[in-house]
C-alpha cells in the first residue's frame, strides 16, 4: 500500500535535537519548521517518554494509511509534516528498531561563530539544572538499548554544539563505542579519541561544513582566522583514517558570501588533497520554507559547483535541505551552463 511519510518516520529516527527547554523535544525528524512530530521529556520517567514517543510514531502511521483509504492521493494534515518537503507518497515499510541516533542537543558549547547558525555560544554554564536534562536524554537512550530498540548497524549523529569541547564528550564516546558515528566538528581542535575511532572502523566519520575555500571567506562565514589551522587538522584526520570517505565535507552555499569560483575552485584542491570524491551541497536552512526569499542566486551558485564538481570528477550530492523542485531546478540550470561551457571551449 502506498501512503504519505518520509524517511525519518518510516526508519524510526531517534532525535534529540534543539533547546533542552522546548516543550516538546525529542522529534521523529530535524526539519526547520515550527512544528515538527515531537514528544515533552519534561516530567516523564524514561520509559514514559519512550512509550510516548512509538505510540506517536505508531499514531502517524496509522492515520496516514487510514487517509489515504479515504482520501486517495491527498496529503493528510499532519502538523509539521503536510508542509514538509520530505513528505511523499510511497511504498512504505516502517523499520522496528532506529538506524539513527542524533546527538544535537542545546545549549552546547561551540567556539564558531557561522553567520547562519542561531543556537551555538563559546561557553555555556553547565548548571544543575541543564545536566539533569542532558542526563534525562541519556536516560532514554539507555532505555532504548535495554529494550534492544537499536539495529545493529546504529549510528550516533553527534552534532551538539562542538563535540572536542563538550562536558559530556567521554559519555558520548562511551555510547559509540562499538558503534558507528558521525562527528560533526569545526576542527578548531584534532582530537586523538575521535582520530582513533576513524582508525578502528570505516564506519566511523567526521562531517565538517567548510562553506569556505579562501582563507577570507572563511574568516568571514566561521568568524576566525584559523582556515589553514582546520585544513591541518582534516589532513591529520585523514592520515588517521581507515579508509579514504571517512571525512564528509558539507557546503553551505550562501550567495553573495561564499559562491565566488575562486572559492570553489580552491575548494576542489582541497577536496583532492584529502582525496574525498564527493561534496554535501547545501544551502541555509533558516530560509528553507521562506516563500519569500528569492531562491534565483542561490539556484545558479548551486548550478556552477554542481558542474565544477562533476568537471573535476567529485560527485555533488544535493543535501534534502533543497526540495524535489529546486533540486530539478538546479539540475537544469547546470545543464545550460554546461552546454556553455562546451560550446565556449569547440
Request: neutral net charge.
Amino acid at each position: 500500500m502506498e501512503y504519505y511519510s518520509c524517511d525519518y518516520i518510516q526508519n524510526f529516527y531517534l532525535m534529540f535535537n534543539g533547546d533542552l527547554d522546548r516543550e516538546k523535544f525529542m522529534a521523529l525528524c530535524c526539519e526547520p519548521l515550527p512544528i515538527i512530530p515531537s514528544v515533552s521529556i519534561k516530567d516523564k520517567e524514561p520509559s514514559e517518554i519512550l512509550d510516548a514517543f512509538l505510540e506517536m510514531r505508531n499514531n502517524l502511521i496509522e492515520y496516514a494509511k487510514e487517509y489515504e483509504e479515504l482520501h486517495p492521493g491527498e496529503k493528510p494534515p499532519i502538523d509539521g509534516c503536510k508542509d514538509c518537503s520530505q513528505f511523499r507518497k510511497g511504498a512504505w515499510s516502517p523499520k522496528e528498531k532506529t538506524p539513527y541516533i542524533n546527538f544535537s542537543m542545546y545549549p552546547s558549547p561551540c567556539q564558531c561563530k557561522c553567520i547562519y547558525c542561531n543556537v551555538c555560544t563559546p561557553k555555556v554554564e553547565f548548571t544543575e539544572e541543564l545536566k539533569q536534562k542532558y542526563e534525562k536524554v541519556f536516560s532514554v537512550v539507555d532505555e532504548a538499548i535495554n529494550r534492544d530498540l537499536l539495529a545493529p548497524n546504529t549510528r550516533f549523529q553527534v552534532a551538539c554544539g562542538e563535540i572536542t569541547i563538550h562536558p559530556y564528550k567521554e559519555k558520548i564516546y562511551k555510547y559509540v563505542e562499538n558503534r558507528c558515528a558521525t562527528f560533526y566538528t569545526n576542527a578548531f581542535k584534532f582530537d586523538e579519541k575521535i582520530a582513533e575511532f576513524l582508525s578502528k572502523s570505516p564506519l566511523n566519520t567526521i562531517n565538517l561544513s567548510i562553506d569556505a575555500g579562501l582563507s577570507d571567506t572563511w574568516e568571514k562565514v566561521k568568524g576566525f582566522n584559523n582556515f589553514e589551522k582546520v585544513l591541518d587538522n582534516l589532513y591529520k584526520y585523514y592520515k588517521a583514517s581507515n579508509s579514504h570517505n571517512q571525512i564528509a565535507i558539507k557546503y553551505i552555499v550562501l550567495p553573495g558570501i561564499n559562491d565566488s569560483e575562486e572559492d570553489f575552485k580552491n575548494l576542489i584542491n582541497i577536496l583532492k588533497r584529502l582525496k574525498i570524491a564527493k561534496l554535501d551541497v547545501s544551502r541555509d536552512t533558516n530560509y528553507k520554507y521562506d516563500k519569500s526569499y528569492d531562491k534565483t542566486k542561490l539556484i545558479y551558485s548551486v548550478a556552477i559547483l554542481y558542474i565544477l564538481c562533476k568537471l573535476n570528477k567529485i560527485n555533488p550530492i544535493l543535501y534534502n535541505t533543497f526540495s524535489k523542485e529546486e533540486q530539478f531546478m538546479i539540475l537544469e540550470t547546470a545543464k545550460i551552463i554546461a552546454k556553455g561551457i562546451n560550446g565556449s571551449s569547440n
